[in-house]
């Protein structure tokens, strides 16, 4: 076992080293929050689901980036219930880390760990985006999600930690950055985002001949499934719906 994660060190010291060049030449908040998602995705082990909280100043709770729709639909539970991992991990009150092994049993959080697990997905791990770099302007938490029990063992949550510390500073170091234009970059890349997934709805209503409802719940499924970000999942079906059955 040893000597299994000894051997890791170099590719995850090389995966680091690449995110650090993408960061620098990363242009908004949002192309560092979209690159620092994908490398978790890759790095740690068992992360089915990635996503990012944010908690601004006012004390409100959102997820700008993820990795699937599902990923948002559990932050929003939490955001909710006011439990979990990264709504705990988010706050710069709050521990700079958050582990469950198993939502459905865990009584640090009788509504949220239920309701993930009724979801599927039963563990969760959550690294705080280090408030001294990000406040007062912002501070949150990096979220990493397993269908599995279990899952994320002490080095999956120890890389978790250094991208969290790698995000941290280049979230500092983006110049201008407030949480209005953030919003805005949301709002602009939720409409590009509506218009997709209106299309790939149209097209299944019109091959399937099921109704709107029934077409965004095909996609929403398929898109779990394959692990797939709705949007990407949507693009795909338009552009290749011609060789389709």
């Given at each position: 076992?040893?000597?299994?994660r000894?051997?890791?060190?170099?590719?995850?010291?090389t995966q680091?080293?690449?995110l650090?060049?993408?960061l620098?030449?990363a242009?908004?908040?949002v192309?560092?929050l979209?690159r620092v998602?994908?490398?978790t995705?890759?790095?740690?082990?068992?992360?089915?689901?990635v996503?990012?909280?944010?908690?601004g100043?006012?004390?409100?709770f959102?997820t700008p980036v993820?990795?699937?729709?599902i990923?948002?639909?559990?932050d929003?539970?939490q955001?909710t219930?006011?439990?979990?991992c990264?709504v705990?991990?988010?706050?710069?009150?709050?521990?700079?880390?958050a582990?469950?092994?198993d939502l459905?049993i865990d009584?640090?959080w009788?509504?949220?760990?239920p309701?993930?697990?009724?979801l599927?997905f039963?563990?969760?791990?959550?690294?705080?985006?280090?408030?001294?770099?990000?406040m007062p302007?912002?501070s949150g938490?990096?979220?990493v999600y397993?269908?599995d029990?279990?899952?994320f063992?002490?080095?999956d949550r120890?890389?978790?930690?250094?991208?969290?510390t790698?995000a941290?500073?280049?979230l500092a170091a983006t110049?201008g950055?407030t949480?209005e234009?953030?919003l805005?970059?949301?709002?602009?890349a939720a409409?590009?985002?509506?218009?997709?997934?209106?299309?790939?709805?149209?097209?299944?209503?019109?091959?399937?001949?099921?109704?709107a409802?029934?077409a965004f719940?095909?996609?929403?499924r398929?898109?779990?499934?394959?692990n797939?970000k709705?949007r990407d999942?949507?693009?795909?079906?338009?552009?290749?719906h011609h060789?389709?059955d």
């Open positions: 076992m040893t000597v299994e000894d051997s890791m060190t170099g590719p995850l010291a680091l080293m690449s650090t060049k993408d620098l030449a242009g908004t908040l192309d560092v979209d998602v994908a490398t995705t890759d790095v740690v082990g068992g992360a089915d689901l996503s990012v909280t944010l908690r100043p006012d004390g409100t959102h993820h990795t699937n729709v990923a948002a639909e559990l929003h539970l955001y219930h006011g439990e979990g990264c705990e991990c988010a706050d710069p009150a709050g521990p700079a880390a582990y469950s092994p459905s009584l640090r009788p509504s949220f760990g309701a993930a697990a009724a599927g039963h563990s969760l791990a959550s690294v705080a985006l280090v408030p001294d770099a990000l302007r912002l938490a990096l979220n397993s269908r029990r279990g899952s063992d002490q080095p120890d890389a978790l930690m250094l991208l969290a790698h941290s500073l280049a110049e950055v949480r234009q953030l805005v970059e949301q709002l602009r409409l590009d985002s509506r218009d997709v997934i209106g299309q790939a709805k149209g097209i299944l209503m019109a091959r399937r001949g099921i109704n409802e029934e719940d095909t996609l929403r398929t898109s779990q499934n394959i797939v709705l999942l949507a693009k795909t079906l338009i552009d290749r060789t389709l």
